[in-house]
């Protein structure tokens, strides 16, 4: 255990380092985030009709999305990548350390690091200027943070997972492009899940990448009730188990028939 | 000089050719994030009913004006794009020693294909809402003329961008918000923003007068057509202005040596 815990904080350090990337991240991220946020107020302005979600929920669910954007999987681990490429993952084989444990604990500080250097003065933003308010209860707040916990892991394991799928097809193109597509799709990134014409409801609920983030945010704004997060934040730890038993399975099928190039 | 970019777009292509599948998959996989995006859109439209007066179409047709001129900066300014990357190594150098424009080699020194990919999406896109939209010749002027104008203004970014790079090599992603997020900006009637985001966007960077006067024009919406004709002409003004602190970096270059 302690390895893994070296592994992370080693690679959280380093990661940390990247502080201009931080405020350039900062910048487009409220960008886009003041972009988005207008264009679904607009939508409101003129709907008469009830909505699955109300104009008091945008800016916390906009923003937070905005802040926790770097927690998603939207991009292979470039290093992890280039080994597999290189043929450099041999020696990943060599450490006595289990390789999805590896990989994992590497994917944890990719997942946190930026975000940490990136959401709190985005927060901070968007509580002054754009009308993020807290959320409605001390266990919605609760929810929330074991929420966004569960949505970490569901990221790594699909951070890994993609890892794994390079090992078979050394580009890795077609399946992070699928994944990309997919994440920003069903994870709420492009437009909030509720909003999704119903039958596709069914579906969005119960496929991972809502776990990533739309679930959290909701249950932040108390669009799920304090009182119902309980069940989705259930299905979200249901899909961490799910997911890196698919991961260990497909790891060590892949690395049985790994051969490894160069000399 | 002309033919100078035409064989190397056609090399760059042939170099592409040589790995197909990745270069499918490629394309396919911007022509589907892009795709998602619209219909995003479309989705929100069905849940809501309507945009403030603006129907899909219409929407569709700015959303469709802007991206089909920025996939063509894209495909045209991967050079800019990586200059600050050729500037820390030291390969600019060998480009000032050539007899040619530094920018024209820059400009064409390297190809990308992938915004193909957003084209062919924007294309389809603006097929479906042309074909809901009443045109008369002076309106299909005027979407040229604002995808002229936006192609310009986005280069213009680009090489604004990598201008910056003469002087500092640090967050240079920043500019990202402009060009992607400007793409995304545009794609939505200006009227839904907010008043400061559109000062900016009129006053400093003229987005609007490329993507949303113009386009006003073209829906054969309440404009003044001085304004509608006119303001595209920012875009290449704007990418005059850029050219000019490009050559003042140019001048100001010393190279680190090695």
Redesign the interface.
């Known amino acids: 255990m302690t390895a893994y815990l070296a592994i992370v904080s080693a690679r959280f350090r380093t990661l940390l380092q990247y502080r201009?990337?931080a405020?350039?991240?900062i910048?487009?991220q409220?960008?886009?985030g003041?972009?988005r946020l207008?264009?679904?107020?607009?939508?409101?302005?003129?709907?008469t009709?009830p909505?699955?979600m109300t104009a008091a929920d945008m800016p916390a669910y906009i923003w937070l999305g905005q802040a926790l954007f770097q927690m998603v999987p939207w991009a292979l681990d470039r290093d992890v990548a280039a080994q597999i490429r290189s043929g450099g993952v041999a020696y990943e084989l060599l450490r006595p350390v289990d390789l999805y444990g590896f990989w994992f604990s590497r994917a944890l500080a990719l997942r946190t690091a930026p975000v940490l250097l990136r959401a709190a003065p985005m927060v901070v933003i968007a509580a002054a200027f754009f009308g993020m308010g807290p959320p409605p209860s001390v266990a919605s707040a609760a929810a929330f943070a074991a929420s966004v916990l569960s949505a970490l892991l569901i990221s790594c394991a699909l951070t890994v997972l993609i890892s794994i799928s390079m090992l078979r097809t050394v580009?890795g193109?077609?399946a992070s492009?699928?994944l990309?597509?997919a994440v920003?799709?069903f994870s709420g990134l492009?437009?909030p899940l509720p909003?999704?014409?119903e039958w596709l409801q069914p579906f969005v609920r119960w496929c991972p990448f809502s776990g990533l983030l739309d679930v959290p945010l909701r249950i932040y704004t108390g669009n799920i009730p304090a009182g119902e997060a309980a069940v989705f934040i259930a299905r979200q730890l249901a899909w961490v188990v799910a997911l890196v038993a698919l991961g260990r399975v497909s790891l060590s099928w892949g690395l049985r028939r790994l051969s490894v190039l160069g000399g | 000089m002309t033919i100078l970019p035409l064989r190397l777009l056609s090399a760059s292509l042939r170099s592409h050719m040589e790995d197909r599948f990745?270069f499918v998959?490629?394309i396919l996989?911007a022509l589907?994030?892009n795709g998602?995006?619209f219909l995003?859109v479309a989705?929100?439209f069905?849940?809501?009913?309507?945009?403030?007066?603006w129907s899909l179409a219409e929407v569709g047709l700015f959303y469709a004006l802007v991206n089909i001129a920025f996939s063509f900066t894209d495909l045209f300014s991967r050079g800019f794009d990586v200059f600050a990357d050729s500037l820390r190594a030291g390969s600019f150098d060998r480009v000032l020693l050539r007899p040619r424009p530094a920018a024209w080699q820059i400009a064409f020194s390297e190809f990308r294909l992938r915004p193909l990919g957003r084209l062919a999406q924007g294309a389809a896109v603006f097929a479906w809402a042309a074909s809901q939209l009443a045109w008369t010749p002076d309106r299909a002027a005027l979407a040229a003329a604002s995808v002229a104008g936006a192609f310009c203004l986005f280069y213009g970014l680009i090489v604004f961008q990598a201008t910056m790079a003469f002087w500092t090599v640090?967050?240079?992603?920043?500019m990202?918000?402009l060009t992607?997020?400007g793409v995304?900006?545009a794609g939505?009637p200006m009227d839904?923003?907010?008043p400061w985001?559109r000062r900016f966007f009129t006053g400093v960077v003229p987005l609007a007068c490329v993507c949303w006067f113009p386009v006003l024009g073209a829906l054969g919406r309440e404009v003044p057509p001085a304004l509608a004709w006119g303001a595209p002409l920012a875009g290449p003004a704007f990418l005059f202005l850029s050219l000019a602190a490009w050559r003042l970096g140019v001048r100001r270059y010393a190279s680190t040596g090695s």
């Open positions: 201009a990337a405020v350039a991240g910048v487009t409220t960008f886009f003041v972009v207008s264009i679904l107020e607009a939508f409101f302005r003129a709907s009709g909505q699955p580009s193109e077609g492009q699928a990309l597509i920003m799709v492009i437009i909003f999704f014409p | 990745s998959v490629q996989a589907a994030i998602v995006e995003g989705a929100l069905r849940s809501f009913g309507g945009l403030r007066g640090d967050s240079l992603e920043m990202n918000a992607y997020g995304y900006a939505y839904i923003y907010r985001f």
